[in-house]
């Protein structure tokens, strides 16, 4: 148990943060010479194509994910939705989806990528909530892990 005070007080703090806040760290693999790409993963918006939806009905949220640099990286979406069901996935590029991702293999520093997640509401109240992310599946650094995930809710009109 003392470990773990001091894993929480020394230089452990950040990384259980960044843990806890869903960020990835990942390891190069062992025998593997290089470091693996160092890029920053971000969610730049997420948003509904309405305010409020009826029980039962579809709502579409589209994500943009934007691979920030400084370095070429493997991306994919990752959504989380309380409230409502996937139902129906649009890829940028043309990919298909792998439901519930968006896996577009490799992204050069700079692009950015939308996403389509379409959600039939099983609420009868309250709201639907896509938390939309992005992350790699593939070995990489991302030093700004806190901006991978946003949120967009729609009301459930009853």
């Known amino acids: 148990m003392a470990m773990g005070k001091q894993l929480v ?4 703090a950040a990384v ?10 990942a390891v190069p693999a062992l025998g593997q010479g290089s470091e693996p790409p160092t890029a920053d993963l971000g969610v730049v918006s997420i948003h509904a194509n309405k305010q409020s939806a009826a029980h039962g009905t579809r709502v579409t949220f589209t994500e943009v994910i934007r691979n920030n640099g400084p370095e070429t990286a493997e991306l994919d ?4 939705i309380t409230g409502g ?12 989806p792998d439901t519930p991702f968006c896996e577009y293999g490799d992204v050069a ?5 939308t996403t389509k997640f379409i959600v039939r509401v099983t609420a ?3 709201s ?3 938390k939309g992310g992005v ?3 593939a070995p990489l650094q991302d030093d700004n892990p806190f901006n991978q995930y946003r949120t967009a809710s729609v009301r459930v009109a009853s």
């Open 135 to 137: 992350t790699s599946e």
């Open 9 to 12: 007080r020394g230089k452990g």
């Open 77 to 80: 979406t990752v959504p989380q």
């Open 128 to 130: 639907v909530v896509v």
């Open 16 to 25: 259980l943060a960044a843990v806890a806040a869903g960020a990835l760290f």
């Open 124 to 126: 009868t109240h309250g």
């Open 109 to 113: 520093p700079g692009t950015s990528l």
């Open 85 to 96: 069901v996937l139902v129906g996935e649009v890829c940028d590029l043309g990919i298909s």
